[in-house]
């Protein structure tokens, strides 16, 4: 997925999802509180926060980022205005550039152009849930990766709220892309995961795609709460040991469907339902009560 040549204009570039359609004052039934003013702030402040660090290589965590005071129209200009902004900012940035990166990542231009890719598609999908048709679908190769970053980036890190009483073994398996994630779960460490499958991580090129995609309409998918926070993570490296090797039957849970669902329910935006549960429901529901991403 090549990146397009020139980013689109920035009064051509829609806002997330459904804002538009719904109004400013339409509730988000994705992020209970909210209304679609609300997730337009958020996003446009974090797109700008984020290429900040892109811009000016920013070594350590940046506090003090604001939401806008504006509403409707002006909004809408200022989200357009911050996604363009972003948008030429990942693509001008050289290959070399060194800022923070809030997990592993193979450079900082990868993790930044990825976790914008999602930042972006998350909140997508929180405005179109203010449509009577909620979210729509994701690319299943995008929607593969971000369960990746979600598995073995934000909840690799030891602030990862997932706990369990004992060791417990949860497994995630994509029917469309053929990705499988094995989560190990315990009382005393954040969930170590382990991934086996075709799908290849988004590139820094690809994922500058995937923002434009992702504000124009190509797709969207979903976070609780979703934002950058400052802890390092391990657990985004290689796998050492393949999640098949485990064998059929020896996951406590298995989560099974398309990419998007399984995207989707992971970043609780969807209800457990939306897609297959084998084995202990209960550790779905700790995941649901557990999991949440939140901004600080």
């Known amino acids: 997925m090549a990146a397009p040549s020139a980013p689109p204009p920035v009064n051509h570039t829609p806002p997330p999802g459904g804002a ?3 109004g400013p004052d339409a509730e988000v039934p994705t992020c209970p509180g909210w209304r679609i003013r609300d997730v337009l702030r958020h996003t446009t402040m974090v797109h700008r926060w984020a290429a900040s660090y892109v811009a000016e290589g920013h070594t350590t965590y940046q506090r003090g980022a604001v939401e806008p005071a504006l509403d409707g129209d002006a909004l809408l200009a200022h989200y357009r205005e911050g996604h363009a902004g972003l ?5 001008a940035a050289p290959e070399t550039l060194e800022c923070l990166m809030l997990f592993p990542a193979p450079s900082p231009l990868a993790f930044w152009a990825r976790r914008q890719a999602h930042e972006t598609t998350v909140h997508r999908a929180d405005a179109e ?3 009577a048709t909620g979210p729509g679908p994701v690319d299943p190769t995008v929607a593969a990766d971000g369960i990746d970053e ?5 909840h690799g890190r030891d602030r990862s ?3 369990t009483a004992g060791p417990r073994t949860m497994r995630v398996r994509t029917t469309d892309t ?3 994630w094995t989560v190990r779960l315990s009382a005393t460490e954040p969930p170590r995961a382990q991934r086996e499958g075709r799908s290849s991580v988004v590139g820094a090129d690809a994922a500058a795609e995937v923002v434009i995609d992702t504000a124009s309409g190509a797709g969207s998918v979903a976070a609780s709460g979703s934002g950058p926070e400052s802890v390092a993570a391990s657990g985004s ?5 393949a999640a098949s090797a485990l064998g059929p039957g020896s996951a406590d849970i298995e989560l099974s469907g398309p990419a998007d669902r399984l995207y989707l329910t992971l970043w609780n935006r969807l209800p457990t339902d939306a897609v297959t549960v084998t084995g202990d429901e209960e550790l779905a ?3 649901r009560e557990t999991s949440g991403i939140t901004w600080s």
């Open 87 to 91: 948008v030429a900012t990942l693509r």
């Open 178 to 180: 053929g990705d499988v």
């Open 129 to 131: 849930s203010a449509l």
């Open 285 to 287: 529901r700790l995941w």
């Open 20 to 22: 538009p359609a719904a």
């Open 237 to 241: 490296g290689p796998e050492s040991v």
């Open 150 to 154: 979600l598995l073995r980036g934000f």
């Open 161 to 163: 709220r997932v706990r």
